[in-house]
């Protein structure tokens, strides 16, 4: 038995003998005082002159199930499978992401909070699956598979139905912010139908949240992946600022300009990607994609510069018989000299290309 558990068992077993005593004595002859003995330990006191009958109380205590006892299991992760229900999309966990809880629990020589894992049948590869925990999963596997083999996952076994299973994932999610706003508003959507029936005040008052609050991110996870492309990562999709696109999507006309915009953002955006630049800021990409519907969507630049803030300092627009059209964008962090050598950088490239002023 746990230690905790017997601690608990011996303070169970302690309340007992205190209401034993505190019953009338049956008259008899007073004796006289007992010789003084040394004193016992705390615990021992606690439990000294306890009957049988307390005994048999606690633990039928145990067996109501008014004590709980709790089962915690060394397992190999790789026995272990994901439960999909999860906000949490493993295949997004990296073990750069991951670097300050793999660190700990090295520091720790071992996993100190357990994750609640629960039992499955009909997979021949696994025997559990994580509910909460995910991270924790990854990072064990990770280090076994890095010089650290014997690292084993340390689980707490639970009996859960798949509603309780999300909603015991979605209040450990809720307090991490490396759980995006899109990944927790896809989970709410697949749960809305698969536990609730598609009943939002229902799945509102079980999870406890505003009713609002679950429409507006039942709305965003409707945003299509053709659109989310255009971001430079799905996590930059926050609720606030893109309700608006995904009220604006719900327009036939408006959707078709706002995909046409997209599919310009997600190649523009691949190319920074493709030369190691940051990606197009979240802001800017949202400012376009809402901008698509009411007139031409702003042509692709012929060539752009990032500052290190991430923003995007000079960008080339237009190369023609007149000249070249470069535009220098304010708040990006850039000085003079940074300026410079971009411009110099641009026109290197046309050259290059044979757009350059020398043709």
Known sequence: MARTQKDYLADLLAEEAAAEAAQPAAEA????????????????????????LGRESALARVASGEVRQVTQLLLDPAKVRIWPGNARVYAHLTEENVRELIDSIVAENGQKVPAVVRRIEGDPEHDYEVIAGTRRHFAISWLRANSYPDMQFVAQVAQLDDEAAFRLADLENRARKDVSDLERARNYAEALRAHYGNHLTRMAERLKLSKG?????????????????AFASPADVQLKPAYPLAQALDDKNAAKAIHAEARLLA??????????????PASD?????????????TPEPL??????????????????????????????????DALADALREALEQLDREGRGLQR
């Open 29 to 52: 002859a007073p004796r006289p005082a007992p010789a003084a003995e040394p004193e016992l330990p705390a615990r021992l006191t606690r439990t000294r002159g306890t009957t049988l």
């Open 303 to 336: 060539f752009s510069w990032t500052a290190p803030s991430g923003r995007t300092a000079l960008s080339v627009l237009s190369v023609n018989r007149q000249g070249v059209t470069v535009r220098l964008h304010a708040g990006a962090g850039a000085g003079p």
């Open 267 to 280: 190649r523009l955006q691949a190319e920074r990607r493709g030369s190691g630049q940051a990606g197009m």
């Open 213 to 229: 609050w679950l429409s507006k991110m039942i709305k965003v996870a409707g945003i299509p992946d053709a659109v989310i492309a």
């Open 285 to 297: 990409v949202l400012r376009r994609l809402l901008a698509a519907p009411i007139g031409p969507a």
